[in-house]
């Protein structure tokens, strides 16, 4: 049975230009591409093809320019993606084979090297190849002369320390490795802020690290919170490793199965054990919802008066709806204006710019969208519930196909107003050489979901206004910073990974203290993502939405909705008459890992709860980490070194030059390409 899949390439460009012939003759030049050694040899040679190509485009007709340079971006980037090119006669077809087809160590290098690609595309930057420089450069601080390396550790002296390990009992063992690595967390709080040991600051020593991940560096829009996982041991304190928490993705559907974050979960839930308690919990997230969304506008315009809002009609449903609709178009059309300015630190802004912010026509469609959905809710329920509803209206509710798809609704509302706020993306983990050797991914993935980065979440962002719920209630709208749950992904789709069997006891110093947090494997996403493409595909693809009659729809402003670039590659690949979902899918599903941090995860996180109940300990929490260490000593590192070949693998990450480290990044050089 084959596993390959093979496409039609037909973009859309413009009738009697001669755009048509110009990718038909780029087209056959990627299909006649010899095989290559190795993908980075590929790579080099496609990009050659498309540079020409690019350099060439004023031989297209202006009318078919832009189409043809967005098309020849996107078969570019699906070439190095391993997709291969085929021509019979005019008709393009591409295919691959799904990675699927493979396991093990070559699904793995097939997914590396699928990511290299982007990743080499960005360090051949100018930018970032001075940037890497800079951080090498040694420079005097403080009577010494110190760089990049001063925080590489020299896995030469490491390996020494650790010899003799696997042969001393348990608490030697223990106490040798206490003096070998003294792990603790340093929080990236400030742009300026300065690392005490070399002057660099902390923000790039992060970046630099993250340059020799096997995917490229982006920025992530949202919350953040940057770490550096430092070894008190040695001189300089080098880096075990680094770490991010980001905003959640919205939707994962492994995730949401596993919170209950569903309607079918909490609907089978009330039918199972319908309360009193829970029928109120329904009225109360759609009144306190439809309480705080900013109203004095459409009070105004008479879209809506106060009767209707609490006795609402299908004609105000309706009404609000249109409205809805007819300001997300005046929004596009006045993006396209330019004219938009960002706004400052949320914390910094007072109530007249959140004012004026839900008065804008992007929040005012918002409100007037969001309140059609929740008085269409509110007549549901003023249907089934008295004052105050009882478990047996609840049951009746339920029951009714209406009452199922207001729960629906009551439902995706619950888990918007936590999405941003409760859970957290772990969207880089992982430990750099020599670390990695001895399992150290495994250290900094547990120290990410402990109690000292849940109290520095709690720390910088409790009390700070949410933009969006902000926007749309025209004032300051806080919401607790409580983190219930980390979930992240692996980048490859195959088990065993970084995430798996990693556990915390509830009191990491006891002996036996019963079970505590741990990395469940949840299962995988669907392969559906935007790494295969480069950014400046993504340039030319918005710039073709830009120059067509609807205009682009996807401005990248904070509010407009999820993923901005996902969108942008979506409406671009319609634009050209792509097959967008197949194009869309890079064939690698990710595994999927969550880390419940309360033991109501599920009441918090959908609202039934007020409060969460965590599992570890929130005092002492820098205390706590050591413990965390120590346990990941006794039960990960002792093991790893008494290996055969461990402690060589570490020696191997010396300074010898040239310097061939293995946390040093390595800037492609010239010759490949």
């Known amino acids: 049975m084959s596993n390959t899949q093979r496409l039609p390439f037909e973009p859309d460009l413009p009738e009697g230009s001669n755009a048509a012939a110009l990718f038909l003759d780029f087209a056959r030049k990627l299909a006649a591409l010899p095989g290559y050694d190795s993908d980075k040899e590929r790579n080099a040679a496609i990009e050659v093809c498309r540079r020409r190509a690019i350099k060439d485009k004023g031989k297209c007709d202006s009318p078919g320019r832009q189409p043809l340079l967005a098309a020849m971006h996107v078969l570019a980037d699906l070439a190095k993606q391993g997709w291969s090119v085929g021509i019979s006669g005019e008709e393009i077809k591409i295919s691959r084979e799904e990675n699927g087809a493979v396991k093990g160590d070559e699904a793995r290098e097939r997914i590396r090297s699928q990511l290299h690609a982007e990743r080499d595309e960005q360090l051949r930057q100018p930018a970032a190849t001075a940037f890497i420089r800079s951080m090498e450069a040694r420079q005097l601080f403080e009577g010494q002369c110190l760089s990049v390396f001063s925080l590489m550790r020299d896995g030469k002296e490491l390996a020494t320390k650790l010899t003799g390990i696997a042969r001393a009992p348990d608490e030697e063992g223990l106490r040798v490795a206490a003096e070998a690595i003294s792990p603790y967390l340093q929080f990236i709080r400030g742009e300026d802020e300065r690392c005490p040991y070399t002057g660099l600051r902390l923000i790039d020593v992060w970046r630099y690290f993250r340059h020799t991940w096997a995917n490229p560096y982006k920025s992530v829009p949202g919350r953040t919170v940057m770490v550096l996982v430092r070894d008190a041991a040695a001189p300089c304190h080098p880096l075990v490793g680094i770490a991010a928490l980001s905003s959640a993705a919205v939707a994962v559907t492994a995730r949401d199965e596993k919170i209950g974050w569903t309607s079918d979960a909490v609907v089978e839930e009330l039918m199972e054990r319908p309360t009193a308690k829970l029928a109120a919990w329904l009225q109360r997230i759609v009144d306190g919802a439809i309480d705080e969304i900013y109203k004095v506008d459409l009070f105004e315009d008479e879209i809506l008066s106060a009767r209707e809002l609490s006795r609402p009609s299908a004609d105000v449903v309706a009404r609000l709806d249109k409205e809805g609709r007819q300001q997300r178009k005046e929004h596009h059309r006045f993006m396209g204006s330019g004219e938009y300015k960002k706004s400052e630190p949320a914390n910094d802004l007072g109530e007249e710019h959140w004012e004026a912010q839900a008065r804008s026509a992007l929040f005012r469609s918002k409100r007037a969208l969001e309140l059609a959905n929740l008085l269409s809710v509110r007549r549901v329920l003023r249907q089934y519930f008295g004052d105050p509803p009882s478990k047996n209206m609840l049951v009746q509710f339920v029951s009714s196909r209406e009452g199922r798809d207001a729960v629906a609704k009551i439902v995706r509302k619950a888990k918007a107003d936590r999405v941003g706020t409760a ?10 050489p020599p670390y990695n050797e001895v399992l150290g991914g495994k250290l900094v993935a547990m120290l990410m979901v402990g109690p000292e980065v849940v109290v520095e979440y709690r720390r910088r962002y409790g009390g700070i206004p949410s933009v969006i719920a902000s926007s749309m209630a025209g004032q300051p709208v806080c919401r607790a910073a409580e983190l219930a749950f980390i979930g992240t992904t692996s980048f ?20 036996n203290s019963g079970p505590g947090i ?4 949840l299962g995988r996403t669907r392969g559906i993502g935007t790494f295969q493409f480069g950014d400046q595909t993504v340039s030319e693809l918005a710039l073709l939405l830009a120059q067509s009659k609807r205009g682009q729809q996807v401005n990248s402003v904070f509010g407009e909705g999820v993923n901005p670039r996902l969108r942008k590659l979506r409406d671009g690949l319609d634009a050209l008459g792509l097959p967008t979902d197949d194009l869309l899918n890079h064939g690698g599903p990710r595994l999927v890992y969550g880390v419940e941090l309360t033991e109501n995860t599920h009441a918090y996180l959908l609202g039934m709860d007020k409060h969460p109940k965590f599992i570890l300990p929130q005092k002492g929490a820098k205390q706590l980490t050591q413990q965390i260490a120590r346990w990941w000593m006794k039960r990960w590192l002792l093991p790893r070194v008494a290996k055969d070949g461990t402690l060589e693998r570490v020696a191997q990450h010396n300074f010898v030059h040239p310097i061939r480290h293995g946390a040093r990044v390595r800037v492609p050089s010239d010759d490949e390409e």
Not at 423 to 432: E, K, P, R, S
Request: charged share 25%; proline share 9%.
């Open 518 to 521: 741990r990395y469940d494997y």
């Open 492 to 511: 490859y789709g195959q088990r065993p990974s970084q995430y798996d069997r990693i556990s915390i006891p509830r009191d990491p110093g006891a002996a």
């Open 423 to 432: 859970i957290a993306d772990l969207t880089v983990c992982g430990a750099v």
